[in-house]
């Protein structure tokens, strides 16, 4: 007999899970198995709840993205003409986000948006809602926003890339400093 209200503790613990195995095997070369057995379960329940490994790491990005995103609007509107990109930046580089497993849970999202198209769609709204958010931001401080936030936003994918292939601790404080000096030039 299913126990009532399981079904969203374990997904989320299959999520937990898919993203910790994912972040210490450094690829998406983990098994459901492995997954389920790191949530506690068995591999039978992971498929039931998600179907493939791809549709469990997929669920896991979107929480990935769901909590930035909840984090960006705790933040905002903030206060004053920096206070958007402020609250942008400092979601991006808030320990729930820039932690060793996060960052490589998204690396292995831009690999696998090469070749599955539910991941290129969901990388895609991302991109674009982070280019918008940054441009909004942006127009107040310069007459550049479009090619800033570009600029902007590559550098903060090249952080979390620089980030997951650097041994040890992520350094989110000197993440967000860097990001704060460019802007700073970027926007005089």
Same mark, same amino acid.
């Given at each position: 007999?299913?126990k009532?209200?399981a079904?969203?503790?374990?997904?989320a613990? $299959?999520?937990? @899970?898919?993203?910790?195995e994912?972040?210490r095997? !450094?690829?998406?070369?983990?098994?459901?198995?492995?997954i389920a057995?790191?949530a506690?379960?068995s591999p @039978?329940?992971?498929?039931h709840?998600f179907?493939?490994?791809? #549709?469990?790491f997929l #669920?896991?990005?979107?929480?990935? &993205?769901?909590?930035?995103?909840n984090?960006?609007?705790?933040v905002?509107? !903030?206060h004053?003409?920096?206070?958007?990109?402020n609250?942008?930046v400092? @979601?991006? %580089?808030a320990p729930?986000?820039f932690?060793?497993?996060?960052?490589?849970a998204? &690396?292995? %999202?831009y690999?696998?948006? $090469?070749?599955?198209? /539910?991941?290129r769609?969901? $990388?895609?709204?991302?991109?674009?809602?982070?280019r918008?958010?940054?441009?909004v931001?942006?127009?107040?401080l310069?007459?550049?926003? /479009?090619s800033i936030?570009?600029?902007l936003?590559?550098?903060?994918?090249?952080?979390?890339?620089?980030?997951?292939l650097t041994?040890?601790p992520?350094?989110?404080?000197?993440?967000?400093?860097?990001i704060?000096?460019?802007?700073q030039e970027?926007?005089?």
């Open positions: 007999m299913p009532i209200g079904e969203p503790i374990r997904k613990a $299959l999520i937990n @899970a898919a993203i910790y994912v972040g095997a !450094g690829s998406l070369d983990v098994t459901v198995a492995q057995r790191r506690g379960m @039978a329940l992971a498929h709840y179907g493939t490994k791809e #549709q469990i #669920q896991a990005m979107r929480y990935i &993205l769901r909590i930035y995103g984090m960006v609007r705790e905002l509107p !903030g004053g003409p920096h206070g958007r990109i609250a942008i400092e @979601a991006s %580089f729930e986000n932690q060793r497993e996060s960052v490589s998204w &690396l292995n %999202f690999a696998l948006a $090469l070749t599955n198209d /539910e991941a769609r969901l $990388l895609r709204v991302y991109h674009h809602r982070l918008s958010n940054l441009i931001a942006l127009r107040p310069t007459d550049h926003p /479009e936030a570009e600029t936003g590559a550098l903060i994918d090249g952080v979390y890339l620089r980030a997951v041994p040890g992520t350094d989110g404080d000197g993440a967000r400093n860097m704060m000096e460019y802007l970027a926007v005089k």
